[in-house]
């Protein structure tokens, strides 16, 4: 199996602009997570779905933030409009039902100008 | 709210040192702990821990979980330079809407 697969690896972008960060997890797993991380903060929840459907967005740090999961195999997270603070990795992460060990896509460097 | 709470913030050693990291937590329904190497990238799994006083290891390393005074410790003997990384630990519970719950990580640096 390829394991969990995020795109883009990188993004620069300038503050107001729209970003979607892809995720595709892996096959048979029932739970996806996306997480951010900081030097400051670590690594934060953001949000994350069981069988595609929402269970926790209270991570997620405002309205700018939206996260979908049309199907098994893909979800997005989007920020609008982007803003400098915004600036870390972002990680997405699946499962398989609710317990044991998470597999972490290699995550999302992004850079808010 | 629950919390993990990971001592030292980083460390820096000598090949062939000990080190000991440390992972407590204070969390309603505790299910495991799990521990994870991140190097560069994505944060990778060492040990899956749910039982008090049962050491897991996988060659150099080993971690213990003690659910009375709520804290694990991940031990790394004979440290190489390869061992430099942030190490996570996290928790899971069972009630809530978080699975797993991280700490802030320690980064420890193995100098030649």
């Known amino acids: 199996d390829a394991g969990v697969i995020q795109s883009p690896r990188h993004e620069v972008t300038e503050m107001g602009q729209e970003v979607t960060l892809r995720c595709k997890p892996i096959?048979?797993?029932?739970?996806l997570f996306w997480y951010r991380q900081t030097m400051m903060r670590g690594l934060e929840l953001l949000i994350y779905?069981?069988?595609?459907?929402?269970?926790?967005d209270s991570g997620m740090p405002e309205d700018r933030f939206s996260a979908k999961m049309p199907n098994a195999s893909f979800s997005t997270l989007k920020i609008q409009p982007s803003e400098p603070r915004d600036s870390a990795v972002y990680f997405c992460?699946?499962?398989?039902?609710?317990?044991?060990?998470?597999?972490f896509g290699e995550g999302s460097r992004l850079t808010v100008l | 709210e629950d919390k993990v709470v990971q001592s030292p913030l980083s460390l820096v050693v000598h090949e062939g040192d000990t080190v000991t990291l440390n992972c407590s937590y204070e969390v309603t329904n505790f299910r495991s702990l799990l521990w994870y190497k991140q190097e560069k990238k994505a944060p990778t799994f060492l040990f899956m821990l749910?039982?008090?006083?049962i050491e897991k290891k996988s060659g150099r390393l080993s971690s213990i979980l003690d659910k009375k005074e709520l804290f694990s410790i991940l031990n790394i003997t004979a440290t190489q330079t390869g061992d430099s990384a942030v190490y996570l630990c996290a928790v899971e519970t069972t009630s809530g809407n978080t699975p797993l719950v991280f700490g802030k990580g320690t980064r420890l640096s193995v100098i030649a």
């Open positions: 779905f069981n069988n595609n459907v929402p269970i926790d």
């Open positions: 749910t039982s008090s006083g």
């Open positions: 096959s048979g797993h029932n739970s």
């Open positions: 992460a699946s499962i398989a039902g609710w317990t044991g060990e998470l597999f």
